[in-house]
């Protein structure tokens, strides 16, 4: 997300930086420039002109055009900016003193609703609440069924509405259920229409005033730009809206729905949906997102996904392989099942700072694909032991794999290197601990 935007940013950083020292008329070029890359990102007409006053009036202040590092202060206002921008600080669900709490999931048929109902239960369920999810669709075939099958999947609890055909009931008795159950938390899956109506907006009114929501989450599809921004603002103005939820965020490019549609509705966006998989909906830093847009990485969220994915027991298992010098190619095919559950490896390159600039790599998510396919060619002595791979041997391992003996020559190289690394953190040499560049090989993992 936001490649184009970042793409823009960095050529214009980069000849801002170039320069000794700024003038006004530098500064006004920039922002034309600036202008230029946020409408490319589909960011509304009116917030790029305000936020670029903002800028220009504290760009052209004593504190930029006298610095040093006129450049430099420049990125640091822009940067500042566009955080406040996004709404300045994460912004968490909100939980009633006396649960359950009620989340009402609003939003336009295909905006993903019925998945991201999923995903928040799933997430609130690893923080230990208890969840009850309820289809208030009754007009989408298949609605009821599709939030059922979720919820076996998650395990979580999906109120049965029976016969029940009016949505405002179905909720009612919904949260009767979750007090008698002791739920922590209600989410309503409400129905949505391929166009905003005046019936869609007063079933939801009529749902709010029995219910009494402590959140209603808009739902909107980031691949709808500006358009997603306008029909937020319609929800948020006819039945008033608590937060935002972005789904798609991976496939959308440009960004602009996520910085327009703050400072458009006033509302903050508290989700942001990075993926297909149900655990992929992550809360919305807006000091992280920035990061990533003006190519700093985002290390937080790398060590976030890593401490969720990494599995403890195993953590335990490796961590006495070391002690011994005992790390084999199967401990190696491990850490790459850990790095899997994490995302793909595009994702996790836009958060490592500096990444930026080997965008134009090739970066192969089928790679770890290739690898395991060459590890499980391999019998179980040579996996224990890879100084027995000899000339045949991986001859005989690229044909069981369908790669190369170059390729299988590559991953051996690259494991003897993580080898020789985990044998210094073994020894205690590297003090700074484990980081996303010393777990993939010291150069960043690409054997392919």
Known sequence: MFDNLSDRLEAIYKKLKGRGKLKEADVDEALREIRVALLEADVS??????FLADIREKAIGKEVLSSLTPGHQMVK???DELTELLGGSVSNLEFSANPPTIVLMAGLQGSGKTTSSGKLAKKLKKEGKKCLLVPADVYRPAATEQLTILGNDLGVDVFSPESSKDPVEICEKAVLQAKKSMAHVVILDTAGRLQIDDDLMDEL?????????????????????????????????????DGIVLTKMDGDARGGAALSIKKVTGKPIKFIGTGEKLDALEPFYPERVISRILGMGDVLTLIDKAEEAYDQEEKAKLEKK???NRFT???FQDQLQQIKKMGSIRQLMGMIPGAQKL?????????????EAIINSMTRKE????????????RRIATGSGTTVNDVNKLLKQ?????????????????????????????????F
């Open 77 to 79: 206002i822009v940067n």
């Open 359 to 371: 965008k134009n790599m090739d970066v192969d998510d089928n790679a770890l694909v290739k690898v």
């Open 45 to 50: 007409l009116s917030v790029a002109k305000e």
């Open 329 to 331: 190619l199967e401990d």
């Open 415 to 447: 494991f003897i290197q993580m080898q020789k690394m985990m044998k210094k953190f073994s020894a205690g040499k590297m003090k700074g601990g484990m980081n996303m560049n010393n777990l993939m090989g010291g150069r960043g993992f690409s054997p």
């Open 205 to 241: 009114r009529r749902i709010k005033d029995k219910v009494n929501p402590h959140e209603t989450l808009f739902v909107a599809d980031s691949m709808m730009g500006q358009e997603a921004v306008n029909v937020a603002k319609s929800f948020h103005d006819a039945i008033g809206v």
């Open 383 to 394: 996996r224990e032991s890879h100084k027995i791979i000899n000339s045949s041997r991986k």
């Open 322 to 324: 070391l002690k011994k």
